[in-house]
């Protein structure tokens, strides 16, 4: 993957940007590594410049970083599903409880045009958009409850998760969007109708469903890469 250089006053978030499109879009993979030097010397850059775009690619949850050993772009193991979810069982339905508990009627409209956002996505078949617009509406969620820790703590734990389903779905893999986007409208109802003991069931409901979708195609990621002697 040959990058463009770039001007000096937005480096770090140019090269993040075209690192971004390149997991996006396949030109890197998922589990493939990436060598700071080789990327300073295609962008033209320094190796600061290339670690500053890494480590906001992190935080996103693009790639994953671990001491003493290589960086490479996200890719979950059956394990790391797992771990992810229980997270998300664990504190996303009393989040979503909260929020429909003390939205406000302006907080209950800007979700109501953040989900129309994701739809719409959606309907344009838009892979990467539409997971930018569904995290971006779970973190709208997360923001109405208003408690920073929480907020931190699900971001840490379902970046990675919406990151390389992004990176998976733009391979091609089969993937009802609108369907997807869809099954969010009832948790949007129920905030909007302040039922939080509703809406605490429904995300409930919603996460054991994804989580097992989730589970099923790592594993059988695993399973063909394993047949095929190739990294999944």
């Not at 990467?128 to 907020?151: F, I, K, M």
């Amino acid at each position: 993957m040959i990058f463009e250089r770039v001007a000096t006053p937005t480096l770090r978030w140019q090269i993040t940007e075209q690192i971004r499109e390149a997991i996006l879009h396949r030109h890197l993979k998922a589990g493939e590594r990436i060598v700071e030097r080789t990327l300073a010397a295609q962008f033209g850059a320094s190796l600061t410049a290339i670690r500053e775009a890494i480590i906001t690619l992190e935080t996103e949850g693009f790639v994953t970083k671990k001491p003493n050993t290589s960086t490479r772009v996200t890719k979950l193991t059956a394990e790391d599903v797992e771990s992810i979810f229980e997270v998300r069982l664990l504190l996303e339905p009393h989040v979503v409880a909260k929020a429909a508990r003390i939205a406000t009627a302006e907080q209950r409209s800007n979700l109501e045009k953040a989900y129309l956002e994701m739809v719409d996505a959606a309907r344009q078949g838009n892979v990467p958009s539409y997971v930018t617009r569904d995290y971006a509406w779970h973190a709208a969620v997360w923001a109405v409850a208003g408690n920073e820790y929480l907020q931190a703590v699900l971001r840490r734990a379902t970046l990675p998760l919406f990151s390389y389903s992004s990176i998976r779905f733009s391979e091609g893999r089969s993937f009802d969007l609108l369907a997807d986007a869809t099954s969010h409208l009832i948790l949007l109802e129920q905030i909007k109708a302040g039922n939080s003991e509703g809406a605490r069931g429904s995300m409930e409901n919603a996460l054991r469903e994804w989580q097992s979708a989730i589970r099923s195609f790592v594993l059988a990621t695993e399973a063909e890469a394993q047949k095929n002697g190739t990294p999944p």
